[in-house]
């Protein structure tokens, strides 16, 4: 018996392995990285048997192109093995890029302290630290038994990789206490102009919203957990709610919008990350991804929503959210700074997040969001959304980055 299953995938997951093959071109291409060529990969061999060969990175592309071009030939235990292979190389490649984003990081705070006039005593020390890690993150390319463990075994990488933050992280700490820039004072607002109707309830909720939206004429601000492509009805029309959003920056409406980390939520967040794969492709809004993000607020204008509803059809229909409507300028205004302290991570809540690398543009973060996803969905056997997820990345690949 073959395994049809994958007949129809085999285009998507061919067109993710050419992705891998730009990203390891890529990486080659930076000066410390100059061995990576030599980093070796066991590759199965499918086909008559099932053999086990020892390759370069590009090499181990070519044999899972020569795999997939097998396509519905292969047996459903080979297919696991394929999968497997494509999962470990791509598992590499995301310690080398990681690797590269330590050493980049590492350099710019060697650069801060560096060009810094005053001596603030733990200079020296923090420049040991530096250079130590620095070292041993170009010293472990080398070290392929190591490489290997860490592949295997991905929890080993994920627990060096979350020390390494923590440390520079307390660097960045003490280097911004020395700045004298740790966060923001909380912000002192007036009294609430109270108005009539300033609570909604259920499905109130979003035919309030999408009434606000549909009439904004400077701006939409939006915080959500989540952002889904939900459909909408207005006018005797049936659409969905990115469409509108997008339309109205085309009159001339500056949308914003953060939302949390799709790998801070239980399981894969299908719909989310397809809705991200909208905004991404479309590039039209402003999009910040924080780590921890819980808030529900929504701006249009002068006016500013708050309550418990997601930007999601269920947050818009739900019968369980409420919002409260405030009618003040003020507000409207704070909210705009906390936008805008969060996205450039001045904001107190920011001086405490142990995760602020992860947090960032979307047009940035997109490509890692799905890595992550793809490596998570391999891990806990979810082969459906391990498809539309390598069919995902290879899409955004079009797209340039910013």
Request: a positive charge; proline letters at 3%; aromatic letters at 8%.
């Amino acid at each position: 018996m073959v395994f049809v299953g994958l007949s129809g995938q085999i285009e998507e997951l061919k067109n993710f392995v050419y992705s891998l093959r730009e990203r390891i071109n890529k990486i080659l291409s930076i000066d410390y990285f100059g061995t990576v060529s030599r980093i070796r990969v066991s590759i199965h061999v499918l086909g008559m048997g099932v053999n086990i060969i020892d390759v370069g990175l590009l090499e181990a592309i070519d044999v899972l192109l020569d795999n997939l071009d097998m396509g519905p030939r292969l047996m459903p235990h080979e297919v696991s093995i394929l999968l497997d292979d494509i999962v470990r190389v791509s598992r590499i490649i995301n310690m080398l890029e990681d690797m590269n984003r330590f050493i980049m990081r590492i350099r710019s705070l060697k650069a801060e302290i560096e060009k810094s006039i005053v001596d603030f005593g733990e200079s020296k020390s923090i420049l040991r630290i530096l250079n130590d890690t620095e070292e041993s993150l170009i010293a472990l390319i080398r070290q392929e038994d190591i490489l290997q463990r860490y592949v295997n075994d991905p929890n080993l990488w994920e627990t060096r990789r979350n020390s390494i933050d923590r440390v520079l992280n307390e660097i960045n700490r003490k280097l911004s206490r020395i700045r004298h820039a740790i966060g923001i004072s909380p912000v002192e607002i007036p009294q609430a102009k109270i108005v009539g109707g300033v609570l909604l309830f259920g499905s109130d909720i979003g035919k309030y919203l999408l009434r606000k939206i549909l009439g904004a004429k400077t701006k939409i601000i939006i915080f959500t957990q989540s952002i889904h492509n939900f459909i909408v009805r207005f006018g005797g029309r049936r659409t969905r709610i990115l469409p509108v959003l997008e339309e109205k920056v085309r009159e001339g409406v500056d949308v914003w919008v953060f939302s949390r980390h799709p790998l801070n939520m239980p399981r894969i967040p299908i719909d989310y990350i397809y809705a991200l794969r909208r905004i991404y492709s479309m590039r039209l809004f402003r999009h910040m991804i924080c780590w921890h993000m819980h808030m529900k607020i929504v701006v249009v204008d002068s006016e500013t929503i708050i309550g418990s509803a997601n930007f999601t059809g269920h947050g818009f229909r739900g019968l369980g959210e409420i919002s409260v409507i405030i009618r003040d300028p003020t507000y409207a205004m704070v909210i705009e700074e906390t936008y805008r302290s969060l996205s450039e991570k001045r904001h107190i809540c920011c001086s405490s997040c142990e995760r602020k690398n992860f947090c960032g543009s979307l047009y940035d973060l997109m490509p890692r969001i799905l890595e992550d996803a793809i490596a998570r969905a391999k891990r806990n056997n979810y082969l459906k959304t391990l498809v539309k997820l390598m069919s995902i990345s290879n899409e955004i690949t079009r797209y340039p980055s910013r």
